[in-house]
């Protein structure tokens, strides 16, 4: 049986999986509906607040038909699970085809993601994910 | 008698006026800390996840000394709370003095703040800021 981790665990990655197989009915199922959807929260790497599931899934659809042949390994993927919420905080390293005489670029993401329990399933209700630049982080904010 | 809602808005705002007061005491009291201090996750802008309410502490620390005369307008503050947890979305407007002749240098970033409450406070264990850099949303993940 799985514990409440593992499930967690396979909801998170569920949204990679979507992602790299361009699967947008995938996506909507992982994502909260319904009357529960306009709590939706989206922020691509670099961007700005996306609000409401709809528009997200939108967002999804545009970044999925323009980043072909992404592919994520997820790192330091980490659980808090309070009550009948959950925050995983990840690292995302993305690989893209390279056009130079390296078969992949790599470039990653810091990401948290809020899942709430509806009928005994983790839905995502928050994806922040954000650039890693590599400046010094006392020059960040 | 303030509402829940009203305390957590309060509990938000502190993070930005501990900071323009450059005051880590303030800022340690709003943290969690004892033994749940080793929850608290914190990426500035353009940064990886500092892990653990000390390291974190550290890194505000940092910002602070090398960030004076930042002042905060916060934007787009959304609430949620889910149980003993909540989230807090906003836009941080930033202004830096300008060394032009405009007084002040703006930017902004998209910020995920989480609390948990103990003993009816809401305290802060997880803020996740990220730089709006005005690119595409299609071509950034």
Do not use: K
């Amino acid at each position: 049986m799985s514990s409440d981790r593992d499930l967690l665990i396979a909801a998170n990655e569920e949204l990679y999986a979507a992602f790299e197989a361009g699967d947008l009915d995938r996506m909507e199922a992982l994502w909260i509906g319904g009357p529960d959807g306009a709590l939706a929260r989206c922020v691509h790497p670099g961007g700005e607040f996306v609000r409401g599931v709809e528009a997200v899934l939108r967002s999804w659809a545009l970044v999925m038909a323009n980043a072909e042949d992404l592919q994520f390994i997820l790192t330091d993927v980490e659980t808090l699970v309070q009550g009948e919420t959950a925050t995983v905080n990840c690292t995302e390293i993305i690989l893209r085809p390279g056009a130079g005489p390296d078969p992949f670029v790599s470039s990653h993401a810091v990401t948290t993601n809020g899942f709430v329990r509806i009928e005994g399933r983790w839905r995502m209700w928050l994806h922040h994910a954000s650039p890693v630049m590599g400046v010094p982080t006392e020059d960040a904010e």
